[in-house]
């Protein structure tokens, strides 16, 4: 299993990124897949996930409104759109989905929110 972000980068208050996690090695259309974010100081936290055929979709509190996620499995991509930056948004984004008991996780891209 590889799951590869990217789309990360610096940006200002208000404004938009979109994440991609590509994602091999496993039948990705039969997988949930989330994001997670790490920011400095703080436990990594659950952001948003994605059913395996892309029904179904939750957020939390934090992002709602703000954030979409989306995936293309006949490109075996996993998408965050980020809109409404807020400073607090800074973190490393992970990739992650689970097979059993085993969660895997992807290197992460920084996303750094500041004017």
């Known amino acids: 299993v590889q799951l590869v972000e990217s789309g990360g980068g610096l940006v200002q208050p208000g404004g938009s990124l979109r994440l991609s996690c590509a994602a091999s090695?496993?039948?990705?259309?039969?997988?949930?897949m989330r994001w997670y974010r790490q920011a400095p100081g703080k436990e990594r936290e659950w952001v948003s996930h994605?059913?395996?055929?892309?029904?179904?979709?939750n957020y939390a509190d934090s992002v709602k409104g703000r954030f979409t996620i989306s995936r293309d499995n006949t490109k075996n991509t996993v998408s965050l759109q980020m809109n409404s930056l807020k400073p607090e948004d800074t973190a490393v984004y992970y990739c992650?989905?689970?097979?059993?008991?085993?969660?895997?996780w992807g290197k992460g891209t920084l996303v750094t929110v500041s004017s």
């Open positions: 994605i059913s395996s055929t892309g029904d179904t979709t």
């Open positions: 090695g496993f039948t990705f259309s039969s997988y949930v």
């Open positions: 992650n989905t689970r097979r059993g008991s085993i969660y895997y």
